[in-house]
């Protein structure tokens, strides 16, 4: 069966400070993976995505960036956290079905981070 | 582009049934329905791919209008273990095809 892993679970880190989220899955091959953000009222905002080894899209501006070294790793990164990074991130797999709209995700447990 | 879900929070009894509602100003080629507990990851509970498609599983159940472009979750006859934060995601035609999620409806039971 497949399965996601997510880490560290939470963390504080400080303004200015580096960030390095991981997200690896097992049971699959060719997964698609995705990066949310889910903030306090603004639901779950799509930050990244990936169809393979080094194919990143990202859907929002900012000063985050992803990364898949491999085919079922995931890595979310910041060189310099702001106090607006703050949030709940969640890693995300789909199984590329061929038919447009039909990808349902499996999320990880998240990634709890809070910037002072 | 982020879909609209209304109510934002709902209280009910036990036993009571409820309607969440997601609306699109845009045109919606298929529309995915979450659950997230507090504290835990989003689950996935049923996708609609078609306009007219309904579907439902236990006493929860969904419909897909794709002309008014909007979506209803129907919870029937509510118990505890439904309460949460249920999430719309919806697939826009012409887009690279990943969810963008409303800001969710939280969902509270009491016995």
Redesign the interface.
């Known amino acids: 069966s497949q399965t996601i892993h997510q880490w560290p679970a939470t963390l504080v880190q400080p303004v200015g400070s580096p960030l390095s989220l991981e997200c690896t899955v097992e049971g699959t091959s060719n997964p698609n993976l995705?990066w949310?953000r889910q903030a306090a009222?603004?639901?779950?905002?799509?930050l990244f995505?990936s169809v393979g080894i080094g194919q990143i899209?990202s859907?929002v501006p900012q000063n985050l960036s992803a990364s898949r070294p491999q085919d079922r790793q995931f890595i979310l990164s910041s060189k310099k956290l702001l106090l607006s990074d703050s949030g709940f991130y969640?890693c995300a797999w789909s199984v590329p079905t061929g038919?447009?709209?039909?990808?349902?995700?499996?999320?990880?447990?998240?990634s709890r981070l809070t910037v002072l | 582009q982020q879909p609209v879900q209304s109510p934002q929070a709902v209280i009910l009894r036990e036993g009571e049934d409820a309607v969440i509602n997601c609306s699109s100003s845009k045109a919606l080629y298929s529309v995915h329905w979450y659950r997230q507990k507090h504290g835990e990851a989003p689950v996935f509970l049923m996708i609609l791919l078609k306009g007219g498609e309904q579907k439902g599983h236990d006493k929860i159940s969904a419909s897909f209008n794709e002309k008014k472009q909007q979506s209803s979750l129907y919870l029937t006859a509510s118990q505890l273990s439904y309460s949460g934060t249920y999430f719309c995601g919806t697939v826009y035609g012409g887009s690279q095809g990943n969810l963008i999620f409303g800001k969710g409806t939280k969902l509270s039971v009491k016995p």
């Open positions: 995705y949310y009222g603004r639901g779950l905002q799509l995505y899209s859907e969640l038919l447009f709209g039909a990808n349902v995700l499996t999320f990880g447990a998240g």
